[in-house]
């Protein structure tokens, strides 16, 4: 063969296999992005769910190939060095959170440019697949990697493979604004579908957004669950890093791999016991960013504990900087996490360290800067939350073209009746009793330990202990980790602020870590003041079994059993989403809907949770089913809702807005259902009923001799009645009311139970 036969050869060859290996990610693709699969899953399911399924089996590793083809090329660009598949993972998520960000802002998200970016990235990433050091096969390592298999596996079919139909939130502020990221191929908005609250919440998401280019919304799910993994990934190099395995021995070391992997899978599986025992981690809500956030936190805590290096700058830098440009308001636990990084580095003298920390905090203040200009810039408001601090600052004229700030001011007045006590008392009390709690546990723990120990050192000695001289113990670094999970908790059980109470559940992770680690810091203190005392050569298996046992009872109770509840194994197999058991939304509403009105849009007057899955639906027409506060009719909120019913009557039909949705034995009217435009009197003069099912009934406007009947005027103006009645005795003023007549809020809630009476007018 010539040289440039043999050449041609080694090309093909080369070529080949690469193609080989991207073919079942290029499938998927194209399996998940075929028209009306979305409806065929809520209402058929089937082989199309089946296949649906097995495409983000397939993809999902490829999606955690790239994020870390992503760090190693970013590492390989600034800092030539050695790093650990974590650091890989969670910079190589800074980098795309960036690179999304960066150019969505350029509106150039298409997704030949995203694919194309990806694919160079793999192919140079395949140049050279790097070997992952083996750790020596034991039987130990083998039962807990079997745990950790069976606990991955079972979050992932659970809160990542089944879109989330039942979060409210997902479906009306996270996965609509992905799709209008994806049509837009931009972060900005559209002019006819300003849905500004998605915005700030997303923009900055740039991870999602290349991902959402060219696969559905529900990929966000698939995100959450990669930053999982990656959570259970830090907690396990933090065992490593503060727990002294060397302290207990040669046998004790041998174990500290199966150990800290046994308090990774605990720590992933571990429930929330305050102020009452609920699931952890693995039940937050997949399809929003709460889990991105908190897997950069716990990375944060790895990067301030364990001894920086260059590689450690540039990660607290890059991931600072991500984390607070996505989204700013938790910005604070970034300088909390900093501010412990560096008072414990200047403590031990460690300038490097100092550096690290400072670095974090500085890359969490660009961040936020960056964030709170591109919303003022844009928006005309650096935040809507905390509303009351950024309200001062907002430009009303540029916030005008997108929403109306009454709206805004009508939920801070709802939300503080709500909050009848901001700085809980009752909570601090419970703080407490959780830190007493786990103290007595980490105690008993460590008793049961040195029981064990001095039995079995006695019945079998270990004849060649480890010297006083090997103990080593990262103090500074356990109490890093003490004093971040107990500044959260302390927050969320005192402050009612529900996205800081959602957020905090990630600590929940790091409580079998800490306890654990404090027994060891007894077994520390015993082992220096017993000088006769040795661990003995069958307590670290001891040890390691009752672990293996408590990781496996966990996620039999926790995860597993949502995996039951949720009906998992029924949707794996077939089964359409609007069959599982927890899913009581009703998506044959909007279908019915969609087909009896075409393209006409429609203003709901109530129904508005009834609705959620309506709203921003892609089985529905864009902007058919109009949104409270996220649409051009809510821009107009001052002439609709507030205004006159002739200025009211006026604007909508200028907007195009015929026909008006009223559900039947339903309360839950919210602002442009108390305008003045639907009182009883002008029910009747104003309107007829377009179509009247036992279920709602579909109002237009008059025309000819079609008047709204008396009886149905009547039976719509009870309900609405009876919604005001509602609100009264919950929070003991009426807040739309509040706020159109500019009152003082001098009311006080009296039960907001009440509220589910909204749903039933009961």
């Known amino acids: 063969m010539t040289s440039a036969e043999v050449r041609f050869r080694t090309i093909v060859e080369t070529w080949s296999w690469r193609a080989l290996i991207f073919a079942p990610a290029a499938l998927s693709i194209w399996c998940l992005n075929r028209d009306g699969t979305y409806r065929t899953l809520l209402f058929d399911g089937g082989w199309t769910t089946r296949f649906y399924v097995l495409a983000w089996i397939v993809l999902t590793p490829y999606l955690g190939w790239f994020i870390m083809a992503t760090g190693r090329l970013t590492f390989s660009l600034i800092r030539h060095e050695p790093t650990q598949r974590v650091d890989e993972f969670f910079v190589g998520a800074a980098t795309l959170i960036l690179t999304g960000f960066g150019l969505g802002a350029l509106s150039i998200l298409y997704p030949q440019i995203v694919l194309g970016f990806a ?20 039987l130990p390592l083998i039962a807990t990697s079997l745990l950790g298999l069976w ?36 972060i900005w908005l559209a002019a006819d579908n300003p849905i500004f609250s998605d915005f700030e919440i997303g923009h900055g998401n740039g991870l999602h957004l290349l991902l959402a280019t060219f696969l559905p919304p529900h990929v966000a799910q698939i995100v959450s669950f990669l930053y999982f993994v990656g959570i259970g990934a830090v907690i396990f190099e933090l065992a490593r890093l503060v727990l002294p395995f060397q302290a207990f021995g040669r046998r004790c070391e041998d174990a500290a791999i199966p150990i800290a992997l046994g308090l990774a899978i605990l720590g992933l599986a571990w429930p929330r016991t305050m102020p009452t025992v609920t699931p952890g981690l693995h039940i937050m809500e997949f399809g929003k960013y709460h889990l991105q956030t908190a897997a950069f936190f716990v990375y944060f805590l790895l990067v301030v504990i364990r001894s920086s290096r260059s590689r450690d700058r540039l990660a607290a830098g890059i991931c600072a900087f991500a984390v607070a440009a996505s989204y700013p308001l938790y910005a604070a636990f970034v300088f909390l996490i900093s501010a412990l990084g560096v008072l414990t580095k200047a403590l031990q003298r460690d300038l490097s360290g100092v550096m690290t920390g400072v670095l974090l905090g500085v890359g969490a203040i660009a961040g936020c800067i960056l964030a709170f200009s591109v919303n003022y810039l844009y928006l005309g408001i650096p935040a809507t939350n905390p509303y009351s601090l950024f309200r001062g600052a907002a430009s009303v004229e540029r916030f005008s073209q997108f929403g109306s700030l009454d709206i805004l001011d009508y939920f801070v007045l709802a939300q503080s009746l709500e909050v009848s006590d901001f700085l809980s008392k009752a909570g601090l009390f419970a703080f407490f009793k959780q830190v007493r709690s786990v103290l007595l546990v980490a105690i008993a723990l460590a008793a049961a330990t040195c029981t064990v120990a001095y039995i079995d050192s006695k019945l079998f000695p270990e004849r060649s202990g480890a010297s006083k001289s090997r103990m080593s113990f990262n103090a500074a670094g356990l109490l890093i980790i003490i004093a971040y999970a107990a500044s959260v908790r302390l927050l969320d059980m005192t402050l009612n602020i529900p996205s800081l109470i959602r957020l905090s559940v990630h600590v929940t992770a790091l409580f079998p870590l800490v306890t654990v680690a404090i027994a060891c810091w007894v077994l520390v203190v015993v082992r220096r003041l017993a000088s006769t005392w040795s661990p003995g050569r069958y307590a670290p298996h001891v040890a390691l079994l009752a672990l293996l046992i408590t990781c496996a009872w966990t996620t039999l109770s926790y995860p597993w059993q949502s995996f039951r509840d ?3 194994v029924a949707f794996v197999t077939g089964r359409p989403l609007r069959q599982l058991p927890r899913v009581s939304l009703d998506w044959q509403r909007c279908d019915e809907l969609q087909q009896s009105t075409g393209a006409e849009r429609i203003l709901p007057l109530n129904g508005y949770r009834a609705l959620v899955p309506c709203y921003f639906s892609p089985l529905l027409t864009r902007g058919k089913v109009i949104h409270t506060y996220q649409s051009d009719v809510a821009r107009d909120f001052k002439k609709v809702a507030l205004g006159t019913a002739d200025t009211a009557e006026a604007t909508l039909r200028a907007l195009g807005v015929n026909l008006f949705y009223v559900q039947r034995e339903n309360c839950d009217f919210w602002l442009n259902g108390f305008s003045d435009l639907f009182q009883k009197e002008e029910l009747a003069r104003r309107f007829a009923v377009r179509a009247e099912t036992p279920h709602y009934w579909l109002l237009t406007w008059r025309a000819g001799d079609l008047p709204l009947t008396p009886e149905t005027a009547a039976a719509i103006s009870t309900l609405r009645t009876r919604s005001k009645d509602i609100y009264r005795m919950a929070y003991g003023v009426e807040p739309f009311e509040v706020v159109r007549r500019q009152l003082p809020p ?12 909204l749903s039933k007018c009961r």
């Open 119 to 138: 694919i160079a990235v793999l192919l140079w990433d395949s140049r050279s697949f790097r070997k992952p050091q083996k750790p020596a096969v034991t």
């Open 746 to 757: 001098d009311g006080r809630p009296r039960d907001l139970a009440i509220l589910d009476q």
């Open 566 to 568: 949720d009906g998992t």
């Open 151 to 186: 606990l991955l596996a079972t979050v992932f079919l659970d809160r990542a493979i089944i879109p989330d139909v039942i979060s409210t939130d997902v479906q009306q502020l996270y996965a609509p604004y992905l799709a209008e990221v994806a049509r837009n191929h931009s």
